[in-house]
């Protein structure tokens, strides 16, 4: 669900950039399972944690979000059932330092403003349950601003998540968090963004 995502975002804006392959991760492999599906092998060669790892395939941008991937271990990733084997490269590598190593910025703006988005809308539905008198009132306003939310460029300015505004309209109608809980988690989440953001002087290398 879109709010067990929320829990697993950071927020990385890394200073400077530097073009050249990547190094710390590498895709060891692309085999086909039994059941059809491609799985590729990444292995973390650096001494640090990874967080987030992208790979493209010409124009098939596809990124994975990791709690950690800890120095020397290997993950298997799923890139599709496609007929013919994939050809993914790793172009952007984000480590838990708050360092990256950025070969594709396009796909690194990406991941930056899909975080940028995430904290947009959790700030956005804070304001809504500061202002609402009940919770039916505040799942109304989330969905009534989700609605409103033009069709997402990549390119654009950050602007809220509809699928995140549902998925939190729909935990006050089910009653599986009451507004309080609910505000108080945003701001913790939120609070993790804003510290990430002052924290971050790393390199890209």
Same mark, same amino acid.
């Given at each position: ?7 697993? $975002?950071?927020? %990385?804006?890394?200073?400077?950039? /530097? @073009? !050249? =392959?990547?190094?710390? #991760?590498? +895709? ?32 098939? $941008?596809?990124? %994975?979000?990791?709690?950690?991937? /800890? @120095? !020397? =271990?290997?993950?298997? #990733?799923? +890139? ?44 956005? =539905? ?80």
């Amino acid at each position: 669900m879109a709010k067990q995502c929320v829990v697993a $975002l950071l927020f %990385f804006l890394v200073v400077g950039r /530097a @073009s !050249g =392959a990547i190094q710390g #991760v590498v +895709l060891q492999g692309v085999e086909k399972s039994t059941d059809g599906v491609w799985v590729g092998h990444l292995v973390n060669q650096s001494h640090k944690d990874v967080v987030t790892v992208n790979l493209t395939d010409g124009d098939t $941008l596809t990124t %994975f979000n990791y709690e950690a991937f /800890a @120095s !020397g =271990a290997t993950k298997d #990733v799923f +890139l599709g059932n496609s007929a013919e084997q994939p050809k993914f490269v790793v172009d952007v590598v984000v480590y838990a330092d708050h360092t990256a190593e950025v070969d594709n910025e396009h796909a690194f703006g990406f991941i930056v403003r899909a975080h940028q988005r995430a904290a947009l809308t959790l700030q956005k =539905a804070n304001e809504i349950l500061a202002k609402a008198g009940s919770k039916e009132e505040a799942a109304k306003e989330m969905e009534a601003l989700a609605a409103t939310v033009p069709v997402l460029r990549h390119d654009a300015a950050p602007q809220v998540v509809p699928a995140l505004l549902r998925s939190m309209a729909e935990e006050l109608r089910e009653g599986s968090i009451t507004p309080d809980e609910l505000t108080k988690r945003n701001e913790s989440h939120i609070a993790e963004h804003q510290k990430e953001i002052m924290r971050v002087q790393g390199d890209v290398r």
